[in-house]
């Protein structure tokens, strides 16, 4: 059965760095995008960085050059490594996975997500 286990999150000061992981399992992980959100309260949940099954990434302006996704097919994980840690990246952090099923129809799967606190 498909299960999404998120680990990395914490407290961290400002300027400091994080490596979050999603570990799936139960999926073919090679054919899935995979991407990480964050939730902030009160907002609505953001993309944060993509990795596409042809490992192209993405990412939001807000984290270019400081965040880096990436993959490892060998243990079916995800990685969000999180350098230059801003205040303002304080959030619940998501995992997911998608795969397009249909013409704008997609198979999503989301980890449980973790806390990410940026504070002095």
């Known amino acids: 059965q498909m299960q999404l286990m998120v680990f990395g999150g914490g407290l961290v000061p400002p300027v400091g760095s994080l490596r979050l992981s999603c570990a799936a399992s139960?999926?073919?992980?090679?054919?899935?995008?995979k991407a990480w959100y964050l939730q902030a309260p009160g907002r609505a949940r953001e993309l944060v960085a993509v990795?596409?099954?042809?490992?192209?990434?993405n990412y939001a302006d807000s984290v270019q050059g400081r965040f880096t996704v990436s993959g490892d097919n060998a243990n079916d994980t995800v990685y969000l490594q999180m350098n230059s840690l801003k205040p303002e990246d304080t959030a619940v952090y998501y995992c997911?996975?998608?795969?397009?099923?249909?013409?704008?129809?997609?198979?999503?799967?989301w980890g449980q997500g973790t806390q990410v606190t940026v504070s002095s």
């Open positions: 139960g999926i073919t992980f090679r054919v899935y995008q």
């Open positions: 997911s996975f998608r795969r397009a099923i249909a013409y704008l129809k997609y198979q999503n799967f």
């Open positions: 990795i596409t099954s042809g490992c192209n990434t």
